[in-house]
């Protein structure tokens, strides 16, 4: 079936220095949508990007991810890190019907 | 403007009880429904998803059930809690197609079983 892995459980890093949180997958589709959710303390996931097209940047609030269905990547990254943006991301596979299955998530936590 | 209303926020429950969770979505006609859990410090687990009245698919099994009685209504059950059922239960609704849609999820119920 469907996974996806994110090796880093806790990225801890000092306000202003870029991010990139790692995200991989396996799956048997050929155009599998990829998505990033975030979950801030005591609130609930909401979407931050998602893309389906192979090789192209996709951008939102900052962060951006690019897919590259070579290497089955959709990492994602921002050039300044901010405090707000502590909390946790998801990466997340859809299988075009109604899957959506979800890594085990990357705490991220800047420190000022 | 769409919304999503999940009930209750947080019930402790004791081993062997029922429950019974639900969620409401004001706004959208004939949304695809899911419910998630996520156990402390875990993962977004798909539980169920709906696309229609009276039609509810299992994603995997935990010896809980789904329910969707009508077409804004989405219910999670079981006649008998375990202790690994404990967690944080999130609704959610997509616009009608395919998951690559947007899921917006609800702000959950906290279940501890004790």
């Known amino acids: 079936g469907d996974s996806v892995t994110q090796t880093e459980g806790l990225v801890t890093l000092t306000e202003g220095l870029p991010v990139m949180l790692n995200c991989t997958y396996q799956t048997i589709y050929s155009n599998p949508f990829l998505f990033w959710y975030v979950q801030h303390l005591n609130e609930s996931p909401r979407l931050l990007l998602k893309s389906f097209t192979d090789n192209k940047r996709t951008e939102h609030q900052g962060f951006h991810a690019t897919l590259h269905k070579s290497s089955s990547s959709f990492h994602l990254q921002k050039s300044s890190a901010q405090l707000s943006d502590s909390a946790l991301y998801y990466c997340a596979l859809s299988d075009m019907g109604y899957k959506l299955t979800f890594g085990t998530g990357t705490s991220l936590l800047v420190d000022p | 403007a769409q919304t999503i209303h999940q009930w209750p926020v947080a019930e402790i429950k004791a081993v062997g009880s029922p429950l019974s969770l639900g969620c409401t979505i004001k706004g959208k006609s004939s949304p695809n429904l899911y419910w998630y859990w996520q156990a402390t410090g875990g993962t977004l687990q798909q539980l169920f998803y709906?696309?229609?009245?009276?039609?509810v698919e299992s994603v995997v099994q935990l010896n809980l059930s789904a329910s969707r009685p009508k077409d804004d209504q989405f219910i999670l059950s079981t006649e008998k809690l375990l202790l690994s059922h404990s967690g944080f239960y999130l609704c959610?609704?997509?616009?009608?197609?395919?998951?690559?849609?947007?899921?917006?999820f609800g702000s959950g119920t906290r279940l501890t079983v004790l």
């Open positions: 709906s696309i229609t009245v009276g039609q």
């Open positions: 959610a609704w997509s616009l009608g197609g395919a998951s690559a849609e947007t899921l917006y």
